[in-house]
């Protein structure tokens, strides 16, 4: 068995990631064009019922964390029952703090967030970023 097939079965399974509650940074990571118009809510408004309510991502600044771009700075725009608050993008308060999940309007008859795509994604990054480390040690 190859080294490359044995860390490969060695590592945990991805789907344990997917599953987790996930800060704005590494729900912000996943999305094309680095999260730009990307709409994401904290969990706890959609407990809370305020389902109107959400960030729309107009810049991200990623810092590497464990060579994961887990954390950093993120500006947007907030609206607050369908209205934008402000015109001009002001930094996100709690990404860290929070576990937050994509913006699904309660009008819209449609599937915005597929989690299997997201897993597949995900798994394809893993996969992507094993190579690179890989090619980097040799």
Known sequence: MSKLARELLAAPATVRFANKPKTLYELLNVQRMNGYKFKAMPEHWY???F???W??????????YKDQP???KAWGILYWNGKAVDDKPKEIRGG???SWRPYESPSASG???DPDRALTTERRRTRL???FLEQSKN
């Open 47 to 49: 407990q809370k019922g």
């Open 51 to 53: 389902n109107e309510c």
């Open 55 to 64: 960030y729309e991502v107009h810049k991200v600044k990623y810092k590497l």
């Open 70 to 72: 887990t954390h950093g």
């Open 96 to 98: 860290l703090k929070f």
């Open 111 to 113: 599937v915005f967030y």
């Open 129 to 131: 970023l094993r190579s």
